[in-house]
């Protein structure tokens, strides 16, 4: 058993639900599945719609993916968990971490924890880093209808700028995919529309715990987006966490087992941080 801040019993989850961000498909939660595995936890990783494929044929082709949207993906992951016998533990990155957030807003979970989260609607301030790392999408209003990658260079500076000029290609060649241009406009347009897909309720009373977690040098989505975000949060267990040396490949990079294990323990047992 575990207990919430407000003192009430859970039972204790028993699946983990990973949900992956945009430039990536689940392959990015290989370290992550099989360390939470090896721990007897049941993980599910589903792939976005379309990315069910492997990393080389999205490369290759990336027509399924390019006019897919938040509230489409959204809703894909809502089905999945709402056919498990428990409230799972859902653990998002990056684009995985607004998910999250909309999937707590919606009732599921046990926990939620948002790494390196991008901001859900009603959270304005972004830092020029990250109008910088989404400019190659953003910069044509085209691409809303079309899959756009980053070049290596873009990638390692923005996306995984903790990697060594070493690593850092094996990793792009691994887990780099063009992403869905109209979930990246849907998120930079949210302020102006009423029905934005990222819109959650921040006085919501019964939503489960969520921790954001971050990293000190990440370009893309760093810790000031993650602090504005929680900072909107007007009820229920809201907290954070800062790793100071990782980017936003933190899920990747050195010390990927630190963050795992905080997750984990964060959302088995849900308090306030000290961040």
Request: glycine fraction near 8%; include cysteine; charge should be negative.
């Amino acid at each position: 058993m575990s207990a919430h801040a407000d003192g009430t019993s859970t039972t204790r989850s028993d699946t983990i639900v990973l949900v992956h961000g945009l430039w990536v498909t689940p392959r990015s939660w290989e370290q992550f599945r099989g360390h939470y595995e090896a721990k007897g936890f049941r993980v599910l990783a589903p792939a976005y719609p379309g990315f069910e494929v492997e990393v080389e044929a999205l490369n290759a082709d990336p027509s399924p993916i390019e006019d897919l949207g938040t509230e489409e993906i959204a809703h894909h992951y809502e089905t999945i968990i709402r056919t498990l016998p428990r409230p799972p533990i859902i653990i998002g990155h990056s684009m995985g971490g607004g998910l999250t957030q909309i999937l707590l807003d919606r009732g599921l979970g046990a926990a939620g924890v948002a790494i390196s989260s991008v901001p859900v609607k009603g959270v304005k301030f972004l830092p020029p880093t990250t109008l910088r790392g989404t400019f190659p999408v953003l910069k044509n209003p085209a691409n809303r209808h079309k899959a756009v990658p980053f070049t290596f260079e873009q990638w390692h500076e923005y996306f995984a700028n903790g990697l060594s000029d070493e690593a850092a290609p094996a990793a792009y060649q691994r887990y780099h995919i063009p992403a869905p241009g109209r979930v990246v406009f849907e998120g930079a347009t949210a302020t102006f529309n009423p029905h934005a897909p990222n819109k959650v309720d921040f006085d919501k009373e019964d939503r489960a715990p969520l921790l954001f977690v971050s990293g000190g040098i990440d370009k893309l989505m760093p810790p000031s987006v993650q602090r504005s975000n929680a900072r909107h949060y007007n009820s229920g267990l809201v907290t954070r966490k800062q790793y100071d040396d990782r980017s936003h490949f933190i899920c990747g990079e050195s010390g990927w087992e630190e963050v795992a294990d905080f997750a984990l323990d964060w959302a088995l047992n849900p308090v306030e941080v000290a961040d």
